[in-house]
């Protein structure tokens, strides 16, 4: 009998709410915080929205704290398709997974995936793309399954750049991005125009991208018709070269960019001093999410102040020429994972049964900024 209970209360895709509350049968730890030799191994589905560097990034930080803390993961790309993204969440329930990191980046399909996983009874979290305030209140609400939520703040991304361009000197800005309705971008844009305006700056145009492929033109168009600007923000690395090319192409000198998201192949830029300043660190939430999930399942959700599943905002950092080979070491090499093991499991409540809501909030504010863990290295 002793078995079986175990058993229900460590499969989120079978046990129901029951295996979700403190004291689950499956949480128990040893004194020393260290995992109990009976807690189960879960297995995992994680959805990607495509192949992209960044967001493949995306998917490869999610699958490294998985497998620290001690799961096991399916993956799958969505291909950029809101109908695939649903798809690929009800494959993964199919094949029997006992929990979701859902990547929810085809905004308006996050309640269908909730849904999805509420009729399974698989408990879910949402990572990086976490749809809007009003779809997690509601899931919040509605839906007992969900276990909360981990984003970065994009908004704060946009704005720290305004302030750094201001600080710069800067007075008018031209912004350029990917989609109208995508959430990362529209965030970001009204971060970077909110900040920029508030300090008294003027944003005199801002084009928007279908693909990178469209960076070169419309570009070209904005900056032909604002050739005084004196800034640009780039809202993500692929656009940066088609900027820069408009830039030469035009004659245009003197103009400051600042570019959102740095990766390893748009951090060049700022080494070389094409780029003033980027943005990193858009990758911790993916780390972050899945501890929120191995909680859960272990019997131990972590609920915010009002009793809820909480939703956490992990800040961006500026990447200057200052700090940024330390920045690709750490973050961009190949191999390289910024949050250690050691944090990822403090935050678990198998290895630290003194884990709450507050360990999180304290975590993200002293560990899990891009100068912390460039000190934490030692790079």
Not at 55 to 73: F, N, P, R
Request: aromatic content about 6%; proline content about 3%.
């Amino acid at each position: 009998m002793l078995a079986c209970i175990t058993s229900l209360a460590a499969c989120g895709g079978t046990s129901g709410p029951a295996a979700l509350t403190s004291g689950g049968a499956s949480a128990s730890a040893s004194s020393d915080g260290g995992a109990s030799a009976g807690t189960k191994a879960y297995h995992i589905g994680v959805n990607v929205w495509g192949t992209a560097p960044v967001l493949a990034a995306y998917g490869d930080e999610e699958e490294y704290a998985i497998k620290a803390i001690g799961m096991t993961d399916d993956r799958a790309s969505d291909d950029n398709n809101a109908d695939k993204e649903l798809q690929n969440i009800q494959n993964f329930i199919s094949a029997g997974v006992d929990g979701l990191c859902i990547q929810g980046a085809g905004a308006t399909t996050v309640p269908q995936m909730g849904t999805e996983a509420k009729n399974a009874k698989v408990p879910f979290v949402l990572s990086i793309f976490t749809g809007t305030e009003d779809v997690r209140a509601e899931l919040v609400k509605s839906n007992e399954y969900y276990m909360g939520a981990v984003a970065s703040d994009l908004q704060a991304d946009g704005r720290i750049l305004a302030e750094k361009a201001l600080a710069d000197g800067c007075k008018t800005a031209c912004i350029i991005g990917g989609n109208i309705g995508d959430l990362n971008m529209d965030n970001r844009s009204k971060g970077f125009t909110d900040g920029f305006k508030a300090g008294g700056g003027t944003i005199l145009a801002e084009e928007r991208c279908t693909d990178n492929s469209g960076a070169l033109a419309k570009a070209s168009s904005m900056l032909s018709a604002n050739k005084e600007v004196n800034c640009i923000y780039i809202m993500v690395g692929d656009y940066v070269e088609g900027t820069l090319t408009a830039l030469d192409t035009l004659g245009i000198e003197g103009v400051k960019c600042y570019l959102s998201a740095v990766n390893g192949g748009s951090a060049k830029y700022i080494a070389d001093g094409q780029i003033v300043a980027g943005s990193g660190g858009t990758t911790l939430s993916c780390t972050v999410a899945p501890t929120l999930l191995m909680n859960a399942l272990d019997g131990h959700p972590i609920k915010d102040t009002n009793g809820q599943a909480p939703f956490f905002q992990i800040p961006t950092s500026l990447v200057t020429k200052d700090n940024v080979d330390a920045y690709v070491k750490v973050f961009c090499a190949e191999g390289a994972h910024p949050v250690s093991a050691d944090v990822l499991k403090s935050l678990c409540y198998r290895y630290n049964p003194q884990v709450t809501y507050q360990t999180y909030v304290d975590t993200i504010k002293n560990d899990l900024t891009v100068d912390a863990i460039i000190k934490a290295s030692g790079k």
